[in-house]
């Protein structure tokens, strides 16, 4: 099992930043990859962006493309979400996640959730 815990969120002025973590607990070593999610009042959850354990490879939705970086620390067993320029839009729920499950990264199939951390950015 791996306990996945945010922290960082907060609320923001519009075109300012945020840094999200995610620290990974409990058999860390099982991790391959994890990813990002974001759910708005109302919307279904949307992939924002994922990273592979090991060799750092990025994939990214295209809504966030330029704005905001995934990356990790694997000595720290954390994630970080690095999101600048941040627009109203940005304002959601945002979940980390664990080894993807399906053969895609978008997909939020994933073994293991946070309990995900309020963004709210104001305009």
């Known amino acids: 099992q791996v306990q996945l815990v945010e922290s960082g969120g907060g609320l923001a002025q519009a075109g300012g930043s945020l840094r999200l973590s995610c620290a990974a607990y409990g058999r860390t070593s099982s991790v391959y990859a994890m990813g990002w999610f974001r759910q708005a009042p109302g919307k279904e959850r949307e992939f924002v962006a994922a990273?592979?354990?090991?060799?750092?490879?990025?994939y990214y939705a295209d809504s966030v493309k330029g704005r905001i970086t995934i990356s990790r620390d694997n000595a720290k067993n954390t994630l970080y979400l690095q999101m600048n320029s941040l627009k109203p839009e940005d304002t959601a729920v945002y979940y980390c996640?664990?080894?993807?499950?399906?053969?895609?990264?978008?997909?939020?199939?994933?073994?293991?959730w946070g309990q995900g951390t309020q963004v709210t950015v104001s305009s």
């Open positions: 990273i592979t354990w090991i060799g750092g490879t990025t």
């Open positions: 996640a664990a080894n993807p499950q399906a053969n895609y990264y978008e997909n939020p199939k994933y073994a293991y």
